[in-house]
């Protein structure tokens, strides 16, 4: 195979299931999101976010909004926990739709209940414990403030914690082949 197709990979063992992937996608409050700029960097930015039927939604403006426009692939990661033995996350490759105007936000099915999942979140903007929801009403405006739709077509998870029993079972299996 050759070296620079290669590609590490990470047991399927340790991968998020379905619903572990959506508490995770629902109960993170941020997810960053590494764009490619017209000189080659990456432009890498914490975003909040909504998770709707597996795509991701969020409102942004600035340097991501220009390079998504330019490049529409991107990385999103989302994870939980700092600690090696109890990290959680998801990495998401694919590409980014930005949003332009009130008829592309129109013809998306699923922007009015990423609206309402964000309000909700984020406690109506600023995540105030006692805020009631509300729907999110951000619009496109301006240059560069856009809603923008990121559809994966890969996706890396893992959860740590499942390695500790992992490797319980293979001492145990391996504690009851030993000859006596």
């Known amino acids: 195979m050759d070296e620079e197709a290669a590609v590490a990979r990470i047991s399927r063992k340790l991968a998020l299931t379905e619903e572990e992937l959506d508490e995770l996608m629902t109960s993170s409050w941020n997810m960053r999101i590494a764009t490619v700029g017209g000189d080659g960097r990456i432009n890498l930015t914490p975003m909040w976010f909504g998770w709707v039927n597996g795509k991701i939604y969020f409102t942004g403006r600035g340097q991501k909004v220009v390079n998504l426009r330019r490049n529409s692939t991107a990385t999103v990661l989302v994870d939980q926990n700092e600690r090696f033995p109890e990290l959680v996350g998801a990495m998401?490759?694919?590409?980014?739709?930005?949003?332009?105007?009130?008829?592309?936000?129109?013809?998306?099915?699923?922007?009015?209940?990423?609206?309402?999942?964000?309000?909700?979140?984020?406690?109506?903007?600023?995540?105030?414990?006692?805020?009631a929801p509300r729907r999110n009403e951000s619009t496109a405006s301006g240059d560069a403030n856009r809603w923008v739709v990121f559809t994966p077509d890969r996706l890396v998870s893992w959860d740590n914690p499942k390695i500790a029993a992992l490797q319980a079972?293979?001492?145990?299996?391996?504690?009851?082949?030993?000859?006596?």
Not at 98 to 105: F, I, K, Q
Not at 113 to 124: C, V
């Open 169 to 180: 079972a293979r001492a145990a299996r391996e504690g009851s082949s030993t000859p006596r």
């Open 92 to 131: 998401f490759q694919g590409t980014a739709q930005v949003l332009e105007d009130a008829a592309a936000e129109a013809a998306d099915p699923d922007l009015e209940e990423a609206r309402m999942l964000i309000g909700a979140k984020y406690a109506g903007g600023h995540g105030e414990p006692d805020a």
